[in-house]
């Protein structure tokens, strides 16, 4: 098993500093799955993880200069690793004003990714960071484990409101509930309500769109007023929406009815999926 | 007691008591004759002094004599502050060391009961041309308190002023000093001494070629690190300005004591004589020196 990596542009590295930022907010550890063309920053829908789950997919070639991996076997080509993400932050941001920064899998007392940050000096030669942030192998077998989800089944599916909007709502309701109820119609209408013994608070989104699915059965014969909602933990929501660094491309989320809660967030070179469960 | 602190000393005498407070709870204030004052931190397990001069008389004596130690490395404070910024704030401990290859290079020091498995390890390598002396063999380390080192040189920034270390082997005290026509201050910071040999932890696995891993290729990549530092750069901004004359202090008498409260022997961990400073292995073909263009670089 190898992996090296190299990023030289300034642009493409503070990019990917800002995903793995992103991914130390959404989870304390997680699986960088590496293959040829693609990284993968995964969270399986463990109950530790409250049933949570997290699909993170980054073209490698859109972030570094050279990549080169040799995965477990000939037929499977690729690396699992479990890691903390913090870890990997921590390093990149030691490496704001870097010539290069190299990544690569190394063992030194026992398997590391290591991040190397070369970083200017006034003298003739640069200053050299290394970190080695300790990884876990994944073994083969446990592989399936960390299989891509499909997409669900849902009821509606809508484009979310600004995030930032959205969080800031969130947060404020985050003081007075634990639970928050997501509902959403296939008339672009999207409200967030919290119900306490003392009070109710509904705030509404009005003309969000409603993204065109190409599945055949994509709820046509829905009424296009009904709305489809899952209660869910305030704080995983808030959670997702307070990591994100970057306005996305497109941000939308799935809703299956009283049960899971999808969100997609796409970016030029990255596309993330988020999955809270309804609560009962 | 009375005294009076006129013009910029006020200023030196906030700023040394700015940084005392970085690394004790309480000031112990002496006034000397010929009316000096020395502000010193009670002693402890680590006694450093800050000696602030109110008037300008002959050097005091110190406990602590920086000729005695073989080893010396002398730098601005903000290369030190900047060489130290990788390392996260809550770390306790770093080693300082001097590489084959004469870099310079400081290293997260792990203390006994954290997981290796799980712990982050941080290492900052600079160029011995950064420093504006070197005077300290190849493979000379010790390890000392992070947080304290970091207040020392938060005053040495401030008061814009090269930092001495002079150091000896490990366990013995090192002495950080700074100097103008103001003020002299010596900061004095136990290290920990070296285990047994007995108590010495077995090599690690994989630090040789036999990696499960088989990660061959990759183990030359520590050495890689230095090859990225032998490339050609280009350096914007002037050479290392030239050293301000500042004689180290001269006068010590007394032979320097056993370092009262040094706190136990701890097992310095050949961590930092891993891969990167000593490698196990010299590496199996000599690495060409990437030579690129130099400005092709950044």
Known sequence: MRFRAKIVDLGCLNHFTRVSNTISKLAKTCTLRLSPDKLYFILSDKVANGGVSMWCELGQGNFFDEFQMEGVAADHNEIYLELTPENLSRALKTAQNAKTVKIKLTNKHCPCLTVAVELPSLSSSSRIVTHDIPVGVIPRKLWTDFREPTVPDFDVSIYLPVLKTMKSVVERMKNISNHVVIEANLKGEMNLKIETDLVCITTHFKDLGNPLWASEDASQDRDSENMAEARIDIKKLLQFLAGQQVNPTKALCNIVHNRIVHFILLHEDVSLQYFIPALS | ?298
């Open chain 2, 1 to 298: 007691m009375k005294c009076l602190v006129t013009g910029g000393n006020v200023r030196v005498l906030g700023k040394a008591a700015h940084s005392l407070s970085r690394i004790g709870d309480e000031l112990y204030l002496e006034p000397l004759e010929n009316g000096h004052y020395q502000a010193a931190r009670p002693p402890q397990a680590q006694p450093p002094r800050c000696k602030v001069l109110m008037k300008e008389c002959e050097s005091l004596q110190a406990i602590f004599d920086p000729a005695q130690c073989p080893n010396l490395l002398r730098a601005p404070a903000r290369v030190l502050v900047e060489a130290v910024a990788p390392f996260s704030p809550a770390l306790s401990e770093v080693t300082l060391g001097v590489s084959p290859g004469r870099r310079v290079v400081f290293r997260s020091y792990l203390e006994e009961d954290t997981d290796a498995t799980k712990a982050m390890m941080t290492e900052m390598s600079l160029n011995e041309e950064e420093f504006q002396q070197l005077e300290a063999q190849e493979g000379a380390s010790i390890t000392f308190c992070l947080k304290e080192f970091r207040g020392l040189l938060s005053f040495a920034e401030s008061a814009n002023l090269p930092l001495n270390i002079h150091f000896d082997v490990p366990g013995r005290p090192a002495i950080f000093t700074i100097e103008d026509s103001l003020l002299d201050g010596h900061f004095v910071l136990a290290t920990l001494s070296e285990p047994d040999l007995c108590s010495q932890e077995p090599s690690r696995p994989g630090q040789g070629a036999h990696s499960t891993m088989h990660l061959d290729d990759f183990a030359n990549d520590d050495i890689d690190s230095y090859m990225i530092a032998m490339e050609t750069t280009v350096c914007e901004g002037a050479a290392v300005a030239p050293c301000t004359p500042s004689p180290l202090s001269e006068e010590e008498e007394a032979e320097p004591s056993v370092v009262p409260g040094t706190p136990p022997l701890k097992k310095f961990r050949s961590l930092f004589f891993g891969s990167v400073l000593a490698p196990t292995e010299p590496p199996c073909e000599p690495n060409p020196v990437l030579a690129e263009d130099s400005d092709g670089e950044g």
